[in-house]
């Protein structure tokens, strides 16, 4: 656990750490998976939670990925990060279970239109203030959660991929398949949606106006 | 260049980005500067960018990453025991097939072949160490110096007991003395059939 630790303080060194063990075990040593991809599982989680929208299927289809990843571990290229590398395995199992499963789905799931138009925001109360101690709040987090939650899907997913998981713009449009103008314009949606909804909350207890309501869009 | 709200709105995401390019960023913070709306939107949106990028955002179920080892663990199991399961039958399956072929080699040593032509007559009271010639692709073995072997040149010298246990059967003609179709008159011409009487002869001969 300590050597984990000092991994994660010092990103080079994680990096060469990281190298040793997917060497070790792309060579056999299985046992050593878990370690290797334990700085990831909450990303990886929140991939699957994104597309599933639900904590079941979402860890049981990220427990299938990496079961997955770890099958397929010789063919990991050292000149990929490792992490976009599990997420866009996640992000393959987590879509290939909602095309399963699309019949019971009450999304629209092939809608890959993204929404003409100039994006006109609602609010404009001053947010300034940058509340990342708010973030100690479960309750803060889980309201964050809800207006997340509340975003059309493809909104949703281009969203976590790029803002939450750190995939670059390329990898996002790559994992879900769309071009990356589309990435631009629904993380560009994303954004300021998640803004109105926040945004005027912060000076009045926060969150007032949730959930947001699709349909209700004022532009 | 100079922009308006709207064309802020509408790049204020891959301003963040820093993915517009300087000529627009400039005119965009400009506007910054002079717009409080669109710079309380910027600061919002930055915000947004700030708190869902936070490890803490992402909450994961109570256990998970012990459930995660836990299902991991098992994977390799069942993929090492995938891999046991195969070696444990290889091992036998190999052996056996060792065994299977083994006997068939020495059953070929003892066991006769059936013979190889269905049509024919297995012969009888043929000398066993009498030698005889089979010839590739033939079903007959033969006298030495038969004349109705085929591809004489690719023919095998073995004892005739040799020959009746892979299969061969006794040519009608220099054998057939042997074979139960006495009947077929030979042709005082046919050498073949000249050394067939000459081969009862010299059974005959001996059993006197």
């Known amino acids: 656990m300590a050597e984990l630790n000092v991994v994660l303080s010092n990103p080079e060194q994680g990096t060469t750490r990281e190298q040793e063990l997917i ?16 700085p990831y599982e909450r990303r990886v989680y929140a991939a699957a939670l994104a597309i599933l929208r639900n904590e079941a299927d979402a860890e049981d289809a990220a427990q299938e990925a990496m079961l997955k990843a770890l099958a397929n571990i010789r063919q990991f290229r050292a000149e990929a990060r490792f992490s976009t590398w599990l997420i866009q395995i996640t992000v393959n199992e987590a879509l290939m279970r909602r095309r399963r499963e699309r019949t019971r789905m009450t999304e629209a799931i092939d809608d890959h239109r993204d929404e003409e138009g100039e994006y006109t925001p609602r609010d404009f109360a001053d ?3 940058i509340p990342s101690e708010a973030l100690e709040r479960k ?3 889980q309201k964050l959660a809800e207006a997340l939650a509340s975003l059309d899907r493809k909104y949703r997913e281009v969203f976590v991929l790029r803002d939450m998981e750190q995939l670059n713009i390329q990898e996002t449009a790559e994992a879900l398949g769309i071009s990356v103008a589309s990435v631009k314009t629904r993380l560009l949606r994303a954004r300021l949606m998640l803004r109105d909804l926040l945004a005027g909350g912060w000076e009045q207890g926060w969150f007032s106006r949730l959930p947001f309501e699709k349909g209700t869009k004022p532009w | 260049m100079v922009v308006n709200c709207r064309q802020v709105w509408k790049e204020i995401s891959n301003y963040i980005e820093g993915d517009v390019d300087a000529g627009l960023r400039v005119a965009m913070d400009e506007h910054f500067g002079t717009c409080t709306r669109c710079k309380s939107l910027l600061e919002g949106a930055r915000n947004v960018v700030q708190l869902y990028g936070d490890e803490r955002m992402i909450e994961v179920p109570t256990g998970f990453g012990r459930r995660l080892e836990r299902r991991l663990a098992q994977g390799a199991r069942v993929r090492r025991s995938n ?20 006997l068939r080699w020495a059953n070929s040593l003892t066991v006769p072949h059936p013979l190889q032509s269905e049509h024919a007559q297995p012969g009888r009271n043929i000398p066993p160490d009498m030698v005889v010639v089979v010839s590739a692709g033939a079903k007959d073995f033969h006298v030495p110096g038969c004349d109705v072997i085929h591809n004489k040149d690719k023919i095998r010298t073995l004892t005739a007991k040799e020959a009746i246990r892979e299969g061969y059967v006794p040519c009608v003609r220099c054998m057939r003395k042997y074979l139960q179709i006495a009947s077929i008159p030979p042709a005082s011409s046919d050498p073949v059939a000249e050394l067939s009487v000459n081969v009862e002869a010299e059974d005959r001969a001996r059993t006197r």
């Open chain 1, 139 to 141: 309750e803060v987090r």
């Open chain 2, 83 to 102: 891999w046991s399961t195969w070696s444990a039958w290889l091992v036998p399956v190999a052996a056996l097939a060792l065994i299977t072929g083994g």
């Open chain 1, 23 to 38: 060497a070790q075990v792309q060579r056999g040593q299985t046992g050593l998976f878990y370690e290797l991809v334990r």
């Open chain 1, 127 to 129: 947010w300034r203030e």
